[in-house]
């Protein structure tokens, strides 16, 4: 389907001060700690301010991480419209198959508003063990865990937990979360392509591995913000949104702390301000009721309450309740600013070669790329071939500034030779907020890589993009 832009608008236009935008973007950009890859800001459901740093595009698919939480939660919410599912229904009333199994009196009290925010009754994580006891269908294994406490009196942050939720949505319609949510959700919100990570048994994993643009981040939260109403048609129930965006269970003492620590709805966050979905390295949806307002960020950080408290120091006092007069400057500036938003590429410089170079890793193995095994050089000076599990991946490198590979691998390189001996290159991974950080060392012909954000669903390059049916 065409995607249909939303609605844009100037920010003095609907109360909000450029300066407190520019102020956010001078946080973002200026601290060490954080890389930001997108933002985009909504008043009045129009877009005032948008902006993706190169090499990261506005129509690039980024990986959501536990993001995807909130869209599952969504599929869940129309399935019990559709009378698919209930909240108080048993979560073993749905895997019938597994009734001998289960025996724990807890796990077969669990509810499916239990795992949908997320107190099932365990006091931690518990997807490693879920996997182990049940590698086949983790659903199983996670029940045959016995929680600690009653259902729905403990918090605790768990995969199983939303990967049960999803598992029931999927069960209960036939459909994958994608197909389930196309015409139901997708098409009406004008969101384009998307792409979801499946486990071995086929299903949409619904606690990680979405991908999708910043643009749906912001559909999506315009939507809840709209308490369910788009356009005129009504895709959520009042009352769903209403328990999706209430704090059910707040974290125990010590458990988590700052944002992290204000309650937990139907796969939302509550916040300071407002509520979120959010996912790991810094990607965030934020509603904010009050300010009537959406923030969507996309980036790769391991410091994530910093870009929270960046936007409620400098955004949040920008929002004011009325048009702000005489800011078409400031507008304008803010405007070409988003325009020209770009990461600094790695440093060095670009040389020809005598003849092709071939590295090995240094000590034999990269650490955290235990299947990349070589890495190639062209003559030319603008080639790279990265050689893992035997296969290459060639990526173009050499211009000014990053050089983009469309695939099959969407990456952009930047870096050249920082001495007579060392060539640094900085690899973007961009479906992702993955890097890996290359050195090469004519020296002794070998070269070290290591993840600047570890990826949580794979240790290999060839798998850092978005899981199309076609690749």
Sequence with gaps: MRVRPLPTSAPSAEGVDPAGVQALLDGLETDPDLEPHSLMVLR?????????WAPYTADRLHLLYSLSKSFTATAAG???????????DTVISYFPELEADITDPRSRAMLVRH???????????TYDRAVAADREEPVRGFLLLPPERDPGTVFAYNQPATYTLAAIVQRVTGQSLTDYLRPRLLDPLGIGEVAWRRDRTGRQLGFSGLHATTDAIARLGQLYLQRGEWEGERLLSEAWVAEAT??????????????????YGFQFWMARHGYRGDGLYGQYCLVLPEQDAVVAITG???????VLDLVWDRLLPAFGADPLPGRTQEDAALAERLDRLALPPAGGKIAPLEQDLAFTPYGGRCEGLPRLTGLE????????????DGQRLQLGFGAPGWTVTEGPVPAAVSGGWTGEDTLVLDVALLETPHH????????????TARWRTQ?????RVAAMRAPRASV
């Design 44 to 52: 009045h459901g129009k877009v005032v301010a948008a902006g993706w």
């Design 78 to 88: 129309i399935a019990a419209a559709e009378g698919l599912l209930r909240l108080d």
């Design 115 to 125: 795992v949908a925010s997320m107190a099932s009754g365990h006091v931690a994580e």
């Design 246 to 263: 209430r704090p059910h269970l707040v974290a125990e003492d010590g458990t988590w702390s700052g944002d992290w620590a204000r309650g």
């Design 300 to 306: 790769a950080t391991h410091e994530m309450q910093k």
């Design 377 to 388: 050089i062209a003559a030319d000076g603008r080639r790279v071939t990265l050689v893992e």
């Design 436 to 447: 890996v950080d290359l050195t090469c060392s004519l020296t002794d012909g070998t070269f």
């Design 455 to 459: 990826p949580l669903h794979s240790s």
